[in-house]
């Protein structure tokens, strides 16, 4: 019997990369997302694949139970969870509501613990979680005051988890990525913030979907047995970077 994934967010950007690339090493997905129409697109996209499609807000506990216990019975016990599902905004701090604060807290942190929960409830002999933090968990950027705070959440998130569930054969790992190419991003980013973006860069450009995906693969595999509580940033450079050559 193969791995079983759950990825959360996994209709659209990294979550959708990261289906494709399980899917070609073997696991059978749930994909969780709560867009309908994006769910009915993966669908098409990954047709006759051993992929099943489940809608849930990720920040309600009863949708979740729901969606991961019809998983689980149509996959089998699950092994693997990405939690990539989450939303963004660019709001200067003094403009931030208190009730956007804790929408974004709500779907980033509070639904990605849900789904982490949910997952352990459900786990087969072995589990292991990626959750998606950002550099802007990393590096105070503008416009990023919820989402920034939510993202650093997950990151000690995924420590605390990490070393507590050790003894019970789960792996609990992050990856922090910088610019990536997604409908998230197309939406988000002005032409200026792309040009600040790549200018901030080592490697002056965003990366596709596909080379986030390839990081979330490794430390869900067992090519990571040892790894766990690590947050793995995958940012071209950015979170390194002084001053660059001209
Ligand atoms: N794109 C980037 O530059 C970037 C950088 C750093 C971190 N991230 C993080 O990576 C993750 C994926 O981002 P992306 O760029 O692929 O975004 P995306 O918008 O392309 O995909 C996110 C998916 O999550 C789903 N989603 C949102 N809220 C949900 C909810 N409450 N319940 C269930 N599903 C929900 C959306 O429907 C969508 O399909 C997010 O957590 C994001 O914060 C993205």
Same mark, same amino acid.
């Given at each position: 019997?193969?791995?079983?994934?759950?990825?959360?967010?996994?209709? &659209?950007?990294?979550?959708?990369?990261?289906?494709?690339?399980?899917?070609?090493?073997?696991?059978?997905?749930?994909?969780? !997302?709560?867009?309908?129409?994006?769910? *009915? *697109?993966?669908?098409?996209?990954?047709?006759g694949e051993d992929c099943i499609?489940?809608?849930?807000?990720? &920040?309600?506990? !009863?949708?979740?139970?729901?969606?991961?216990?019809?998983?689980?019975?149509?996959?089998?016990?699950?092994?693997?969870?990405?939690?990539?599902?989450?939303?963004?905004?660019?709001?200067?701090?003094?403009?931030?509501?208190?009730?956007?604060?804790?929408?974004?807290?709500?779907?980033?942190?509070?639904? &990605?613990?849900?789904?982490?929960?949910?997952?352990?409830? =459900?786990?087969?002999?072995?589990?292991?979680?990626?959750?998606? &933090?950002?550099?802007?968990?990393? =590096?105070?950027?503008?416009?990023?005051?919820?989402?920034?705070?939510?993202?650093?959440?997950?990151?000690?998130?995924?420590?605390?988890?990490?070393?507590?569930?050790?003894?019970? =054969?789960?792996?609990?790992?992050?990856?922090?990525?910088?610019?990536?190419?997604?409908?998230?991003?197309? *939406?988000?980013?002005?032409?200026?913030?792309?040009?600040?973006?790549?200018?901030?860069?080592?490697?002056?450009?965003?990366? *596709?979907?596909?080379?986030?995906?390839?990081?979330?693969?490794?430390?869900?595999?067992p090519d990571a047995s040892y790894?766990?509580?690590?947050?793995?940033?995958? !940012?071209?450079?950015?979170?390194?970077?002084?001053?660059?050559?001209?």
């Amino acid at each position: 019997m193969s791995d079983v994934a759950v990825v959360t967010g996994g209709a &659209s950007g990294i979550g959708q990369a990261t289906v494709r690339r399980l899917l070609d090493t073997g696991w059978s997905v749930a994909i969780v !997302d709560a867009d309908g129409v994006g769910l *009915e *697109e993966a669908e098409a996209l990954f047709a006759g694949e051993d992929c099943i499609f489940l809608q849930a807000d990720i &920040s309600d506990e !009863d949708e979740v139970a729901d969606v991961f216990d019809r998983a689980a019975e149509a996959l089998g016990a699950i092994t693997g969870l990405v939690t990539s599902a989450g939303i963004a905004r660019d709001v200067p701090a003094e403009e931030t509501s208190a009730e956007l604060f804790r929408q974004i807290l709500d779907i980033n942190l509070v639904g &990605s613990f849900i789904c982490i929960k949910a997952a352990l409830e =459900r786990m087969g002999r072995d589990l292991s979680v990626v959750t998606i &933090s950002s550099i802007s968990a990393l =590096r105070a950027n503008k416009g990023r005051v919820a989402y920034g705070a939510s993202k650093a959440g997950v990151k000690m998130m995924t420590e605390v988890m990490a070393m507590e569930l050790a003894p019970k =054969r789960v792996r609990v790992n992050c990856v922090a990525p910088g610019p990536v190419e997604t409908p998230l991003v197309s *939406e988000l980013h002005t032409e200026a913030d792309r040009r600040s973006w790549a200018a901030l860069t080592p490697q002056g450009r965003y990366a *596709e979907p596909e080379e986030i995906a390839s990081a979330i693969a490794f430390l869900l595999s067992p090519d990571a047995s040892y790894i766990t509580g690590h947050t793995l940033v995958a !940012d071209g450079g950015f979170t390194v970077a002084g001053v660059m050559p001209g």
